[in-house]
């Protein structure tokens, strides 16, 4: 060893200890504050809206009932049944894939809920098995043909949205000539299964006992004017934990971060991508089948035009919520939120006595500043790495 290469490792030198201060001050091992951390999380922006949609609505509708209890459960559920959907389209988003067929499923779920019950008298809880089952396999075909053909699942989720919607139409024209199949509601209610998980109201002694101390607003004879919490928001609350769960604290999570960041680097590092992709689509459509079958619970009947557009909504509030188009980052929280803003607007026109139409320039509007703001995020998050 030379003399001088000794003295640049010789402890108490003058470079040595500016070695040592500029390890210090390195910016990759900086400590960075709270507020720095939460403004650069993807769900950031959703909840600024939130934030700001709220505000709006409680300037121009706040007198109108829309903040009291019965209006807050009506945004709530509306914001809860998108909130399921776009649960599973923010998830498979985070792994890079898209699908478009999430609405179509909607419609076809329910005619597979109803048309059993109704016209072979099949049990309800039968039938909802045997929707569960068809929407997951049909989630399985589509993501063995995304992962099997490589063709982009843009591509391959617009087929099965066309073939779902036809054969929805096709099949209520064929037992019920017409578009909806009715009278599933009675079967549900009555219906261990449906009357435990998907009818009716959660906490609803609760509410009586409010209602009787006067705490909530009672009709006459002391009943509440809202009966309970609607059990699809207790749904979308158990499904946002579960999978902010599983995306933050466990292996999956990381696996689905990683295929959407880098599929090859993934795959070489062991990761199964095309197991991981696969299970993703079916879990979106899981998330699709469970929206159907609350609503046909809820409503009493099934439709072919329901879900219309919805696949299109859900990925709107999945962006609105951070994650990205390009994959590799975004939040189940974040999507919630943005489900959230679609409710409070939605039912917050009405209060307003505004045009419903507006409602879509809406949508648009938001996706474009979510997808501008997002392509900042983005950027900053490539040039930190």
């Excluded at 079958?293 to 099934?302: M, N, P």
Aim: hydrophobic residues 55%.
């Amino acid at each position: 060893m030379n003399s001088s290469s000794a003295q640049v490792d010789k402890p108490g030198s003058q470079k040595h200890i500016a070695q040592q201060n500029g390890a210090l001050e390195d910016e990759r091992i900086r400590n960075e504050g709270p507020l720095k951390r939460f403004l650069g999380r993807p769900e950031f922006a959703s909840l600024a809206g939130a934030i700001l949609v709220f505000i709006i609505f409680g300037i121009a509708a706040g007198d109108s009932g829309m903040f009291n209890l019965d209006g807050v459960v009506n945004w709530m559920q509306v914001a809860a049944y998108l909130g399921l959907i776009s649960i599973g389209a923010c998830v498979l988003m985070i792994a890079g894939e898209f699908d478009l067929s999430i609405g179509s499923m909607v419609g076809f779920a329910g005619m597979m809920v109803a048309i059993p019950t109704v016209y072979f008298q099949w049990p309800f809880w039968l039938a909802v098995i045997f929707a569960f089952a068809g929407s997951m396999a049909l989630g399985y075909i589509n993501g063995y043909l995304v992962v099997k053909t490589r063709l982009p699942s843009f591509i391959v989720t617009l087929a099965f949205m066309f073939i779902l919607r036809g054969l929805t139409l096709a099949l209520s024209i064929m037992f019920a000539d017409r578009t909806i199949v009715s009278g599933v509601g009675e079967f549900a209610a009555n219906d261990w299964l449906g009357s435990w998980l998907f009818t009716g109201n959660f906490a609803s002694g609760l509410f009586h006992w409010m209602a009787s101390q006067g705490w909530i607003a009672a009709a006459e004879g002391g009943k509440p004017l809202v009966a309970g919490i609607p059990k699809v928001i207790v749904w979308w609350a158990v499904l946002a934990l579960a999978a902010s769960f599983v995306l933050a604290r466990t292996r999956f999570g990381n696996w689905i971060f990683a295929v959407g960041g880098d599929a090859n680097a993934a795959m070489n590092v062991g990761v199964p991508v095309k197991r991981v992709k696969t299970s993703l689509f079916v879990f979106t459509a899981f998330c699709a089948c469970l929206f159907a079958v609350l609503q046909v619970s809820d409503v009493g009947s099934a439709a072919a035009d329901r879900g219309l557009q919805k696949e299109f909504e859900a990925i709107i509030a999945a962006v609105i919520g951070g994650a990205l188009l390009t994959g590799g980052y975004g939040s189940v929280i974040g999507a919630c939120f943005g489900a959230l803003i679609f409710g409070v607007v939605q039912i917050g026109i009405t209060y307003t006595n505004l045009n419903s139409d507006w409602f879509r320039v809406f949508l648009g509007v938001m996706l474009l500043v979510a997808v501008l703001f997002n392509n900042y995020v983005r950027r900053r998050v490539t040039e930190a790495r």
